[in-house]
């Protein structure tokens, strides 16, 4: 079935620091990909998407590439901020799938030092 | 809109308890799911609703029933709580199929089962 593999966290970095968080994917069809944030005690909120190959996602300053011919979707920013601690999940879904469900990886905990 | 709304935010049972989280959400979504999240194995699926008195099985449906009576509301039962359910319990909800927004998540509610 399909799946989502991320780096294990944590992840820890001083500000300013440039990151990058591996994601791949295994699918049969054709996935929608995204990546979800989820601050301390908060729920999960969508950070980026892409649905087709060659697709770039970005937000915030935080951006993505849906890459096909490497099943990867690795999440990248030039500079963090000490706000940007959080836990980061890369997830999928089946585009065409009758009902969308979101499949996630384990997700990757950031800690942004000052 | 206050979107997507979890109730309660914190429960503690005791084992073979019976409790049920509402969940809400004010966006007029078709499609509603139930996740919990458990240390290291991101969010799995417990059952979804693509509308209203729908529902169906997730990943790991066992121990848990649903209703969808209405289509602002999506409830999760426990009828004979285990401490394999203590977890934080999500809900989330999207629009429809077409142009794949991703879903939108509610602040979670976190359960123990002594």
């Known amino acids: 079935g399909d799946s989502v593999t991320q780096m294990e966290g944590p992840v820890t970095l001083s500000e300013e620091a440039f990151l990058t968080i591996n994601c791949t994917y295994t699918?049969?069809?054709?996935?929608?990909l995204f990546w979800y944030v989820q601050y301390p005690g908060e729920g999960l909120q969508l950070l980026l998407k892409?649905?087709?190959?060659?697709d770039k996602g970005s937000n915030k300053g935080f951006e993505a590439t849906y890459r096909k011919e490497t099943t990867s979707f690795h999440l990248e920013k030039g500079s963090v901020q000490v706000s940007d601690s959080a836990v980061y999940f890369c997830?999928?879904?089946?585009?065409?799938?009758?009902?969308?469900?979101?499949?996630f990886g384990t997700g990757t905990l950031l800690a942004v030092q000052p | 809109n206050a979107g997507v709304t979890q109730t309660p935010k914190f429960r503690v049972l005791k084992t073979g308890q019976s409790m049920t989280l509402l969940c809400a959400q004010d966006?007029?979504?078709?499609?509603m799911y139930w996740y919990r999240q458990d240390p290291g194995m991101g969010l799995r699926l417990i059952h979804y609703?693509?509308?209203?008195?729908?529902?169906a099985k997730g990943e790991v449906p066992d121990g848990y029933n649903v209703s969808r009576l209405k289509k602002q509301n999506f409830l999760l039962g426990l009828e004979s709580a285990a401490p394999s359910q203590t977890s934080v319990y999500f809900c989330?909800?999207?629009?429809?199929?077409?142009?794949?927004?991703?879903?939108?998540f509610g602040p979670g509610t976190r359960l123990t089962v002594l």
């Open positions: 989330a909800s999207r629009p429809g199929l077409a142009g794949d927004l991703g879903q939108f």
């Open positions: 699918a049969t069809g054709y996935p929608s």
């Open positions: 892409a649905t087709k190959a060659d």
């Open positions: 997830a999928l879904s089946e585009y065409g799938g009758a009902t969308n469900k979101l499949i």
């Open positions: 966006m007029n979504h078709e499609y």
């Open positions: 609703s693509v509308g209203e008195g729908t529902t």
